[in-house]
């Protein structure tokens, strides 16, 4: 026999780091037994009883409905109709920390990028693990997904904050977990070309590049009696050596010669100045 009462739940998750989770609803007066059902995607995952209104499971981290019935309401034994399904999340919980990067890093003088090697502990339900770095901003400026727990990060010279969160097969995402720590990469200088010869009379200058670098030379003009330099060209050379045009104009002209990396960062500029003078036709009679 069942009667037309709808049970009402409260649900509340209390232990989510060991997936064991507690579950509350209205004690109904008169009750001698309650009954849930648990879906998942609409499959049945567990079937329980309990004599009392408040009971514990073991469940894994993802998305779930829930519904239940009473019985023994009357000497007949009648039960309730099962109550609407109701929706819960199981969030995973935090990760912990296992394997921290030292504070100070350096770079590889090839690549320019530290190794920082990172483990933390498995979360339980986790599908995958979320490895955020910010900079000093609080900007995100890398991220990566990795399905096991650690990570190596490749970084650029700079000050980081990490951040690692677990997230289910679901969508759920456990709450954001950060080094202690920023770490600091340190940069290393970019080295200028070397054996810089110039050669004015060749209208040249030949150099030896940087391994891991590009060249980039400007050539700027300062008119006679004027105070201001106007840039006359810019080039990033493949070779080892730059010619400039024989047919300046007359002025004092400034060559800036620099190594630039991949990351755009730049040596100290090697500067060569030299003075192109009229030619005899060009003086005033």
């Not at 990028?113 to 502990?121: D, F, M, R, Y």
């Amino acid at each position: 026999m069942k009667t037309g009462l709808l049970i009402v739940f409260t649900l509340f998750p209390l232990l989510c780091q060991a997936s064991n989770v507690e579950f509350e609803w209205e004690e109904v007066e008169g009750a001698s037994s309650y009954s849930v059902e648990i879906r998942n995607k609409n499959k049945l995952l567990k079937s329980l009883q309990s004599s009392s209104s408040v009971f514990k499971t073991e469940m894994t981290p993802g998305r779930y409905e829930i519904r239940g019935k009473v019985g023994g309401l009357n000497r007949y034994e009648a039960e309730s109709e099962w109550s609407t399904w109701k929706s819960f999340d199981i969030t995973p919980p935090a990760v912990k920390i296992s394997k921290l990067p030292p504070i100070e890093n350096k770079v590889s003088p090839s690549s320019y990028l530290s190794n920082i090697p990172l483990a933390w502990t498995a979360a339980d339900g986790a599908a995958e693990y979320i490895v955020d770095v910010q900079d000093e901003k609080g900007t995100v400026v890398h991220s990566v997904k990795v399905a096991k727990p650690e990570a190596l990060l490749k970084l650029r010279p700079g000050y980081y904050s990490i951040h690692i969160r677990a997230k289910t097969a679901d969508g759920l995402e456990s709450e954001s977990v950060a080094l202690p720590e920023k770490i600091m990469i340190q940069k290393i200088p970019v080295p200028a070309p070397q054996k810089i010869v110039f050669k004015n009379e060749k209208h040249s200058l030949d150099f030896v590049p940087i391994e891991g670098t590009q060249v980039e030379v400007s050539l700027e003009m300062q008119k006679f009696l004027g105070t201001e330099w106007n840039l006359v060209e810019r080039q990033l050379i493949s070779g080892n050596s730059y010619n400039w045009k024989q047919d300046l104009k007359p002025g004092r002209y400034r060559l800036t010669l620099y190594s630039k990396n991949s990351f755009g960062e730049v040596s100290t500029p090697t500067v060569h100045e030299f003075i192109k003078k009229p030619l005899e036709s060009e003086l005033p009679k």
